[in-house]
């Protein structure tokens, strides 16, 4: 069986939004919190303790700069 993550965890979002020319440092920036933290979400190294809130925020920068 394989499993995939579903569309809306913080893991996909970063991964998207880098696969749309973002950078971990431009993610960080507009979060305000360091590149390094963006980074290790994208590899599902760990997750932020506000996931809900977070996976909002990453969501609306996809949508504001029409990256989807």
Partial sequence: MVMTEPINT????VRRLREVGFSYQEIGRQLGVH?????????????PWTATAVN?????????NHRI
């Fill in 10 to 13: 913080t893991t996909h979002l």
């Fill in 56 to 64: 909002q925020q990453l969501a609306g920068i996809l949508a504001a």
């Fill in 35 to 47: 590149w390094r933290t963006v980074y290790r979400w994208g590899r599902d190294e760990n997750h």
